[in-house]
Every structure is written in structure tokens, then in C-alpha cells.
């Protein structure tokens, strides 16, 4: 049978035609959709960005006591909870409030507004208007030594050495026998199983209406725990142990998360996440184990992990990673989060995201933008300063769009930069040389003994006698005395010219080496990572054309300059006399306006 030519034209256009009428069909349910939500009063909804990478805010000190910083709760409002090894500040009102409280390792803020404490010696509870009182728990030494902390409406779930206990209304410990008796629990994360419309800590406990899972971690074992939350306690339904997979062997986690839609669950590891989805319908393909390896700088260990709407956070011990989805790539936030050593990141309602850090806490910028405190005063002034005669968005451009009058003062040749840096931190490669080279001289250099002595004898003698001479008695006394002084030294060389082929000290050289490699490579990341950014601020600020508005011009000077300074400080002052000496060698050449060096004559060109 032959076929018709048209027929075999339309067979071939069917496809084509199904998907544009599809595509069409998406844009007009998608255009219905934002007309319904306007005139609803609602905002039109926008595809979500990655995390901000760069523009985090520093909103204060860690800890002004030098206590170890070790934990961050964050409250419905915006309040901030910071827990060290000497206790618990708490931020509120504009104000700091300080307990002395014993090693905190996690705290929360409860349904009412109280911050919950856990210490290595025992559950604290913090009101309002009171000071923080200790709760004292079941089982001992062990139930008091508490590791985690989970919130599941207003019950709290305690991760402890004596097991994990769901405690309703805080009053009562009921013990969740997940993974033994009195088997030590870790981590600890809790989810409600509810309407799929419910927030996570919305149905938890409605009188048993909805379920809630707890998933437990301790002595190398996973366990969910499903029960139906109430006044009374939680009624367990079922109990399952969860295999882990191979990979991970015996490997201690170091953080249990949801993400941000509480369907998958995150064992997070210093240099691993593994992930697997805990949805009710979900199959088993979605249920097994996925492990990634994100990308970190050299060196870094991961602390804690939070998914947001639109990326995921890493806090490590190089500094805030962020990452638009957990697969990556992970990079750098800006400023000093992003090379600080960070040990918590949480989620925040206001804020977006908040990270404790070693040199602080920080927050996105974009929080200024709902209400926060920001840096709005510098951004303005910075304004003023740079472009005082344009005002507008163009403000900060002259009319024929040259960006010359933003370009960056001139930097070294990062090699040179390297070069001072490890020099100054005792890091270069000269240093493990002379190491080497005086290692196999010692062999030729004798060990010296030098040997004193001295010996001194004192000899007295008394003798008595009698004679009779003469028809008469006499007696007689003899009396003698010797002294004698020996000196002697002796001056011996002893040579062990087997340390010429192999030094005795040779293990620990060669191990002390591996350990400067190791610092050698995190130092050189942070160079690398500080020249870069400059580098890429620079082509930011000189491309034409691209000039950002002037608040953004105003923040990129800024954190160049806070580069600058870092570099500067890396290298004992380097790059600022390497922009001295280039302006001698170069007269006429105009200096940019960047530097935070007066103690280094420059020369300036400025149009005021």
C-alpha cells in the first residue's frame, strides 16, 4: 500500500503541534494565575534566585567573653540566642543579656517565647522576665547531658546520653526507645507528617490529628520514630530502624536537617551530605541514599547545613558556603563570612538566613530591605561622595559612560602577593629547605663533652708519747699536716655519621613538612580567594556601560577596600608599598582612590 505524502507530513507535525499547544496551555493557566493573585492583592510570583553570595552584613560580636562560640537560635521575631562555652547571650530589645551557664551544646526558642537551653550539665529554660532556671532529667548524669535540641509545636525532643525523650509543654520526659535502651542519642530532627498545606510546627500537636517523625542518630544508628502527638505524650505507632549507607563506614555526623520543604532529610558529615526523601508516597528509588561531596575550599569541614527557598548554606570551617541548590557549586559569600570560621547557620523568617561566625554574626543585605538595620547611612553617604552632582539611578556615571572613574588602584601580580604571605607566616618553601639541609649537616657537627674535675686532701696528724730520762717521766707530742689539690678536664668529640644517610629526627621532619603543606594550601586559598574577588570587583566597576547604581558601587568600594586591608595585612604591608614604589617609577600615572594607606606618601588625582 502506498502512502499518501501529506499523511506522512501530518504523523510528523503531531508532536510538534501536541507540545505547542501544551507550552500554550502552561502560559495561559500561568498568566490566569498572576491575574487571580492581583487582583487579590497579592505579589506576582517570581522564579527564586540562588543565595546571595555576596553583601552579608555584620550585625555584631559572637561573644565578647573568649569563650569557644558554639550555637545560634534564632526566634520568630528576629531575636538572637548565642551559646559558648561559658554560657548563653541573649539579643533582644536592642539589648544583650548574659547567663553563666555550664558548656552550652544547642539551644531553641519554644512555642511561648523561652529560650531552651541544653548544657553538658543539664536543660535550662529561660523566660522572658526571669533568669534561666535548670529542669533537672530523668536517668541521672546521663539524661542531664544533652546534646541536641528539636521543637515539634510545643513539645521539645532531647537528644541525651541516656536516649532521646519527648517532653510536651516541657514538664514531662517520655523516652523515645528508638535505638535501644539507654542507647546514647546524637542528633535529633522532627517533622510533621500532617496536610501537605500545614506548616511543619503548625499540626504537630492537635490533639493527635496529624503524626509526627522523629528521626534519631546515636552510636551509629538511624531510627524514625512515627507517633500522634497530644497533652499527654507522644502515642508511638511505629518504630524502624533505617540502614545507612556503606559509604559513609563508621563516620560520626555532625548535623541532621530537613530541608526547606521537610521532604528529605539531610545527614550532613564534615565533607559529606547524604540525602534521601521522606515523603509518605515515596518510592523506593526516592527512598535510597544519595551521596554528595560538595566542592570545598582546602582543608574545610563542614559544621552545620540549612536549605533555604531559593539555595543551601554550608557552614564550614573556611566560611560560609553557599550554593543554589545542594549539588552546587558552592562558593564564597561575601565579606568576612565568607572567609571567617563559621560554626552555625540557621534559617530565619526576617533575615532570610542568619551565620554565626568566629568574627561575628551576619546576615544577608537584603534583610535591610525588610526593615532591618542596614548599612543604608554608609551606602548614602558613599553616594553623596562619589557622585554629589548626578542624582538619580545613573548617579555615579559620567555622561559617556566611562567607568575610569571607579577603576581600582593597581594590585601585585598575585604571585608576588603569595610569595609575601607565606614568607611573613613562616610558610614559604625556603623554610622547609634549610629544614632539610640543617638535618643532614647535624650529622657532621660532633656532640661535644667537656669534663671538669677536682680533688683536694687535707691530712692532719697527732701523735702522743712518753719517755723517762733521767729519773724523770717526759712526755712528748708530735703534730703533722699535708694538703694536696689535683685539677683535671677532659674534652671529648663524638661524631654519628649514620645520620648522614638517614637523621634520627627524619619521621618527624617529614611529618611536620606534610602538616606546613597542609597550612601552606589554606593560606594560599585565602589569597587566592581575596586577590580574585578584587579582581573580579574591578572588572565589575571598569567594564563601560555596566555601572551598577550608586549604592552598589558604593558596597563593591568597600569590600575592595576591606580586601585590600586583608591583603595588606597577609603580606606586612606589601601591597601598599608596591603601589608606592609604581608611583615613583611612574609619575604621571594617577593613583585611584581605594587605598586605607596615609602612612604611605601617594600620589592622588581626586576631581572634587
Known sequence: ?????????????????????????????????????AAAGEAPRVAA???????????????????????????????????????????RGGRRERAALPPVRDALFDEAGQLVVATEAGLYVWSRNGRPLRRTLRDGQAGNTIHRLARAGTAWVLATDAGAYWSPNGRIEQPLRAAGASRPITLVAVVSTGAADAPPDASLDR??????????????LLARVRGVPSDAGLRVVDVQREDLPDAIGERAPVDLVFDAGSDRLHLVFDDVVVSRSVTANADRATTAWRIRRPVLPPGARIRRLATLDDGVLLATDHGLLAAPALDGPFQRVGGSAGTSDCVDVRADRLRAAVVLCREGVFAPMRSAARGLAGPGALLRAERA??????????????????????????????????????????????????????????????????????DFDHDRARDADQSFVSGDTRYLLDRSRDEGRRLSASV????????????????????????????????????????????????????????????????LRWRAREIEAGLDAWT????????????RSLPGAPAAADTLHPEVPSQRNETR
Request: glycine share 10%.
Open 49 to 91: 534566585a540562588a543565595p546571595i553570595t555576596t553583601a552579608w552584613q555584620w550585625l555584631g560580636e559572637s561573644s565578647g567573653r573568649g569563650e569557644e562560640t558554639r550555637i545560634l537560635a534564632v526566634g520568630r521575631e528576629g531575636e538572637l540566642a548565642i551559646g559558648d562555652s561559658g554560657g548563653m547571650t541573649w539579643w
Open 572 to 583: 606586612g604591608g606589601f601591597v601598599a608599598r608596591w603601589r608606592f614604589e609604581r608611583s
Open 1 to 37: 500500500m502506498r502512502s499518501h505524502p501529506g499523511m506522512s507530513c501530518r504523523r510528523r507535525l503531531d508532536p510538534v503541534l501536541l507540545l505547542a499547544l501544551l507550552l500554550l496551555s502552561w502560559a495561559r493557566d500561568a498568566a490566569a494565575d498572576e491575574v487571580r493573585a
Open 492 to 555: 671529648s668529640l663524638d661524631w654519628d655519621l649514620g645520620g648522614v644517610a638517614f637523621p634520627d629526627d627524619a619521621v618527624d621532619l617529614s611529618r611536620e613538612q606534610r602538616q606546613v603543606v597542609s597550612l601552606r594550601d589554606d593560606v594560599a586559598d585565602e589569597i587566592n580567594q581575596l586577590y580574585f574577588e578584587r579582581q573580579a570587583i574591578r572588572e565589575r566597576l571598569a567594564t563601560p556601560g555596566a555601572i551598577p547604581d550608586p549604592a552598589e558601587v558604593a558596597r
Open 385 to 454: 561622595r562619589v557622585a554629589p552632582d548626578t542624582p538619580g539611578p545613573g548617579a555615579g556615571r559620567d555622561e559617556s559612560g566611562d567607568a575610569s572613574r571607579f577603576a581600582l588602584a593597581p594590585d601585585p601580580p598575585v604571585e608576588l602577593v603569595l610569595r609575601h604571605a607565606l614568607r611573613r607566616s613562616g610558610l614559604d618553601v625556603e623554610r622547609d629547605r634549610r629544614l632539610r639541609r640543617g638535618l643532614w649537616q647535624r650529622a657532621f657537627w660532633p656532640k661535644l663533652s667537656l669534663q671538669l674535675g677536682a
Open 207 to 220: 490533639g493527635g490529628s496529624s503524626l509526627a517523625e522523629v528521626w534519631l542518630f546515636g552510636a551509629g
